[in-house]
Nanobody
């Protein structure tokens, strides 16, 4: 059974950091593009970042570029999202998702973080940035 499980969310003050994890079971993450999405109350789900295994490339939404870093540990079958310099507007439920239709995050750019490309989703983890 294909399953993605996010963890690492929580409450953090503005300027703080969190590291989210996305652990896969039932399939090998290395065969897929993995992306992080987020959804704030009353807003649509939006793509945050993507990493592809074919070329090791990444893509970031403009508002998180330079603050967030996506990475993968194939030995642990896990993808991470390191989030630094967090802002209140980063508050959302964060989801990871997998796709076998995205070959290069660099080449596809913003298309790599479109929800329609992704078939497997985790249950989400809450991130709250507040003083």
């Amino acid at each position: 059974q294909v399953q993605l499980v996010e963890s690492g969310g929580g409450l953090v003050q503005p300027g703080g950091s969190l590291r989210l994890s996305c652990a896969a079971s039932g399939f090998t993450l290395d065969d897929y593009a993995i992306a992080w999405f987020r959804q704030a109350p009353g807003k649509e789900r939006e793509g945050v970042s993507c990493i592809t295994s074919s070329d090791g490339s990444t893509y970031y939404k403009d508002s998180v570029q330079g603050r967030f870093t996506i990475s993968r540990d194939n030995a642990k079958n896990t993808v991470y999202l390191q989030m630094n310099s967090l802002k209140p507007e980063d508050t959302a439920v964060y989801y990871c998702a997998a796709s076998n239709r995205i070959t290069s995050a660099r080449a596809m750019g913003v298309l790599s973080i479109i929800t329609g490309w992704y078939d497997a989703w985790g249950q989400g983890t809450q991130v709250t940035v507040s003083s």
